[in-house]
T-cell receptor
Framework: GAVVSQHPSRVICKSGTSVKIECRSL??????MFWYRQFPKKSLMLMAT?????????EQGVEKDKFLINHASLTLSTLTVTSAHPEDSSFYIC???????????FGPGTRLTVL | AQKVTQAQTEISVVEKEDVTLDCVYE???????LFWYKQPPSGELVFLIR??????QNEISGRYSWNFQKSTSSFNFTITASQVVDSAVYFC?????????????FGQGTELSVKP
């Protein structure tokens, strides 16, 4: 139980384009989803927290217009990196938490490369 | 302020050795959760354990054991008889109950390399 999927697992795009990453909870309803960014050999940096049906809460220093988060249903959240630039290249990981638990379950991550 | 410190950046052991990964945390709250996650080379974080601040009992799960000591604000993780498949980055994390839906504060991670 508590499986979270992410799609795509890898994406390469040109500078200036937008990229959408999907995060799905497969066997539970995720009342809260989190988006993280991880640089090589570094820890996870929380970008934003989203609750189903409401606006995401962004961490300090994260541009909300650049990283659009939508949590339209209890099983799906999306992160859109708008007008991507090479410095946005990173490993993006989502996690989900249901009302039944205080444990976050993580997706497999998406490696974004912006050329 | 909340903080999690994993002082060991990298540890290298030979198979079958026991290894302990240290985790020290700081929080002003009296109620919180502590977690350990494993991140193998594939990248996915695998949940290992959650411990409530009110429960100081040590836990054992197969070759894994955890030692929670509130007096020293530590939550150390021991792998006995390590195996090559244990090679991964291990993260300790803290979550304060009621804190914005329970966001996690991660330590820097400890990269464990188990050699055959």
């Amino acid at each position: 139980g508590a499986v979270v999927s992410q799609h795509p697992s890898r994406v390469i795009c040109k500078s200036g384009t937008s990229v959408k990453i999907e995060c799905r909870s497969l066997d539970f309803q995720a009342t809260t989803m989190f988006w993280y960014r991880q640089f090589p050999k570094k820890s996870l940096m929380l970008m934003a927290t989203s609750n189903e049906g409401s606006k995401a809460t962004y961490e300090q220093g994260v541009e909300k217009d650049k990283f659009l988060i939508n949590h339209a249903s209890l099983t799906l959240s999306t992160l859109t990196v708008t007008s991507a630039h090479p410095e946005d290249s990173s490993f993006y990981i989502c996690s989900a938490k249901g009302g039944f638990t205080d444990t976050q379950y993580f997706g497999p991550g998406t490696r974004l490369t912006v050329l | 302020a909340q903080k999690v410190t994993q002082a060991q950046t990298e540890i290298s052991v030979v198979e079958k050795e026991d290894v302990t990964l240290d985790c020290v945390y700081e929080t002003r709250d009296t109620t919180y959760y502590l977690f350990w996650y494993k991140q193998p080379p594939s990248g996915e974080l695998v949940f290992l354990i959650r411990r409530n601040s009110f429960d100081e009992q040590n836990e054992i799960s197969g070759r894994y054991s955890w030692n929670f000591q509130k007096s020293t604000s530590s939550f150390n993780f021991t792998i006995t008889a390590s195996q090559v498949v244990d090679s991964a980055v291990y993260f300790c994390a803290l979550s304060e109950l009621g804190n914005q839906g329970g966001k996690l504060i991660f330590g820097q991670g400890t990269e464990l390399s188990v050699k055959p």
